[in-house]
Structure formats: structure tokens, C-alpha cells
């Protein structure tokens, strides 16, 4: 068991809970398509083995396989503004929203934006899925509610 967080210095560490060590530390610059200017890690997801992170403008993700080094191995590039939450749905789907007034979605296996929901007038903090409702939430208190099935 373990609590993965993320900070503005650029890095983003796993913690044991049983004796809360910090026991894997991952500096995101060291990602190949991280960009050195903007490294602040705004929001970290785990899903399965893999541990996904809105740095930047972009979502970077790394292969999470025990007794190993983290591996960086994707990158998801398109929104125009800080990416401020991460989630992976059931069906293998990566979900993104931003300070661009706009949520992604995008394809795992190449790495390209399948959709993008862009109605929000504010930057998009929060976002939820339930069945084939996607919910996003912006910063001045709307939400908004998406019917989406890929």
C-alpha cells in the first residue's frame, strides 16, 4: 500500500503507508518529453501499474512495475494551459482537464486526443465519471454534464 504525491518543486514521491518512508522519489524532469521550464506537478493518478501526472500543459505517465525504477514511457500533449486532474477510466481511457477551459479525452494505445469538451467559460479543476456521464466541474462553481461513451 502506498500514497503518491506530487508538489511545484517538480517532483512527485510514493510513500509507504505502513511506516510513511518516502520509498520511490521521481524527479519529472528526467521524463523525456517533460518540458524543463515547466515542470510543477499539478495532480498525480494510479491507475493499476501505472502512474499518471498533469505536468505543465501536459500529461506525462510512467510504467509502475514492482521491484523496479519507475519508467517513463508516454506523453499526452494538447491542452494550452496547466493540466489540473488526471483520471483513467474503467474502460482504459485517460481523462484530463485544464486552466484551457476544456477536458480531453485520450486514447492510451496512441496517445491522441479522442475528444475534447469544451463549453466550460473558467478554468476546469475537477471532473468525475459515472456510467457514461462525465461530470467537470470550473473554477467559478459550474458543472457541467457530458454524456460520452468512446
Not at 510513511?20 to 519529472?28: H, M
Given at each position: 500500500?502506498?500514497?503518491v504525491?506530487?508538489?511545484d ?10 511506516d ?9 524532469a528526467a ?16 491507475a ?29 500533449h494538447?491542452h494550452?494551459?496547466?493540466v489540473?486532474?488526471v ?15 476544456t477536458?480531453?479525452?485520450?486514447s492510451q494505445?496512441?496517445q491522441?486526443?479522442?475528444?475534447t469538451f469544451?463549453?466550460?467559460?473558467s ?7 459515472d456510467?457514461r456521464?462525465l461530470?467537470?466541474?470550473?473554477q467559478?462553481?459550474q458543472i ?7
Open positions: 500500500d502506498r500514497l504525491s506530487c508538489s518543486d517538480g517532483t512527485i514521491r510514493m510513500w509507504s503507508l505502513e510513511y518512508e518516502c520509498k520511490e522519489f521521481i524527479p519529472v521524463h523525456a518529453e517533460a518540458d524543463e521550464d515547466k515542470c510543477n506537478v499539478n495532480c498525480v493518478c494510479v493499476g501499474d501505472r502512474l499518471y501526472a498533469g505536468v505543465g500543459s501536459s500529461v506525462l505517465m510512467w510504467d509502475l512495475k514492482e521491484g523496479e525504477e519507475p519508467n517513463a514511457s508516454q506523453a499526452y494538447g494550452t494551459d496547466e489540473r486532474m483520471l483513467v477510466t474503467e474502460d482504459g481511457h485517460v481523462l484530463s482537464c485544464s486552466d484551457d477551459c477536458v480531453k479525452a485520450w494505445e496512441t491522441h486526443c479522442i475528444n469544451g463549453k466550460h467559460e478554468e476546469v479543476f475537477c471532473m468525475c465519471r456510467g456521464a461530470y467537470s466541474g470550473e467559478d462553481g457541467f454534464r457530458w454524456d460520452w461513451t468512446p
